[in-house]
């Protein structure tokens, strides 16, 4: 006998009250030997995620690794959607062996963790198994991410999905905040991030409006 449907959102999609982001180390240093996605891109991808996350009120931890003796300071387009917020420097590679992270992951409480940042392969997957291992469901942000080859950020993306990680792009990210074009509340800003940060999807809104008026609510 088939299952009985129902309109409603299934458990596994992200909501922006569910989870908490972590984005880490978008630093120059970290860019600068970035090779599977380009900067522009990267820094665009970076900069929908952090605005999503700001404008929809997810909790936010920004995190950094030896800012002021290395890697340098963390993108604008990251830390200008959040004023005020401190960063959390840190000497470990693994942002879940930091303790100030941790402390902060504690006081905000929520099961899921949504990553993004630099290198895939080592900067991710290290708080990505860690926190798997201790019982959170894990999403990385793939097109948020970079390493220092396509196959290190692959390889890196694979290792995750296996041990039970759960892969996303930057738009769907913010459009599974969304969900229903009928949430006026946010349909402007969602519609104003895609625009500046959407690519082509974004480019179609700023048509669409501009030519026949048109709205997704409708």
Not at 94 to 105: F, G, H, K, S, Y
Not at 145 to 157: F, I, P, R, Y
Request: glycine content about 8%; charged content about 15%; hydrophobic content about 45%.
């Amino acid at each position: 006998m088939a299952p009985q449907a129902t309109p409603t959102p299934g458990a596994k999609l992200l909501t922006p009250k569910d989870h908490t982001l972590i984005m880490i180390d978008f630093q120059s240093q970290m860019s600068f030997a970035t090779k599977s996605i380009d900067p522009v891109s990267l820094r665009n991808n970076a900069a929908l995620v952090a605005n999503a996350a700001a404008g929809f009120g997810v909790s936010t931890i920004l995190t950094t690794v030896a800012e002021k003796s290395f890697s340098g300071p963390m993108f604008t387009e990251v830390t200008d959607p959040f004023p005020g917020q401190g960063l959390l420097d840190r000497t470990s590679m693994n942002t879940w062996e930091d303790a100030a992270v941790i402390a902060q992951v504690n006081k905000i409480g929520k099961g899921r963790i949504v990553l993004a940042g630099l290198w895939t392969s080592v900067c991710i997957v290290g708080p990505a198994l860690s926190a798997l291992d201790q019982g959170f469901e894990v999403y990385v942000i793939a097109d948020a991410c970079g390493d220092v080859s396509t196959e290190a950020h692959e390889v890196a993306l694979q290792r995750m999905i296996q041990a039970g990680a759960r892969p996303m792009t930057a738009l769907q990210y913010m459009l599974e905040l969304q969900r229903d074009w009928a949430r006026t509340e946010t349909y402007e800003l969602t519609t104003g991030i895609a625009k500046k940060y959407g690519g082509a999807y974004g480019l179609g809104i700023i048509y669409a409006k501009s030519m026949f008026g048109a709205s997704e609510a409708h």
